[in-house]
Nanobody, 128 residues
Framework: QVQLVESGGGSVQAGGSLRLSCTIT?????????MGWFRQVPGNEREGIAA????????SYVDSVKGRFTISRDEYKKIIYLQMNSLKLEDTAMYYC????????????????????WGQGTQVTVSS
């Protein structure tokens, strides 16, 4: 069993930065092979934006955030971070972290279906 709690959201002006955190609590034999960050705007589908392989820290990003966002992990603290720089108005969304404990391959990283645990989300609002 895995529980995920996001934090760090808030309001920021365009061009600013925020760092989101996802605290992971694992009970039983659960192990997170991959973690992802997703975001969702009301009326739209959830969009995967960043993913990281826990074992070696290999990361991947969608083009819209590449070069601006950085996903990282602290294995000891069991926290996943999403550092967001140069924020744009279109980054406004509810942000979710997700965990994949099934050890799937390094593909479909931004597909909701590969992740079997989700947090409740944290709101990010970027204003002009």
């Amino acid at each position: 069993q895995v529980q995920l709690v996001e934090s760090g959201g808030g309001s920021v002006q365009a061009g600013g930065s925020l760092r989101l955190s996802c605290t992971i609590t694992v009970s039983g034999d659960g192990y997170n092979y991959y973690m992802g960050w997703f975001r969702q705007v009301p009326g739209n589908e959830r969009e995967g934006i960043a993913a990281i392989r826990i074992g070696d820290g290999e990361a991947s990003y969608v083009d819209s955030v590449k070069g601006r966002f950085t996903i990282s992990r602290d294995e000891y603290k069991k926290i996943i971070y999403l550092q967001m720089n140069s924020l744009k108005l279109e980054d406004t969304a509810m942000y979710y972290c997700a965990a994949d404990t099934r050890g799937a391959a390094w593909d479909n990283l931004f597909s909701e279906g590969r992740y079997n645990y989700w947090g409740q989300g944290t709101q990010v609002t970027v204003s002009s």
